[in-house]
């Protein structure tokens, strides 16, 4: 519903106001096991 969409929103602006950082990345076309790798090397380093 749109107060939900509301609610994630402002969840999202609560967590970047927090955050020291943002990475932002370009995935389209990355085959799965390059996803999970990603994903590992981002959790590695306390993404």
């Known amino acids: 519903t749109k ?3 509301k609610e994630r ?3 999202y602006v ?4 927090k955050s020291q950082g943002v990475v932002l990345a ?3 076309g990355l ?3 390059g996803m999970n ?3 590992d090397k ?3 380093a306390q993404g």
Do not use: C, N, S, T
């Open 26 to 28: 370009e995935y389209g």
């Open 14 to 17: 609560d967590l970047l106001k």
């Open 9 to 11: 929103v402002a969840e």
């Open 31 to 33: 085959a799965m096991p």
């Open 37 to 39: 790798a990603m994903r």
């Open 3 to 5: 107060d939900q969409k």
């Open 42 to 44: 981002i959790r590695e």
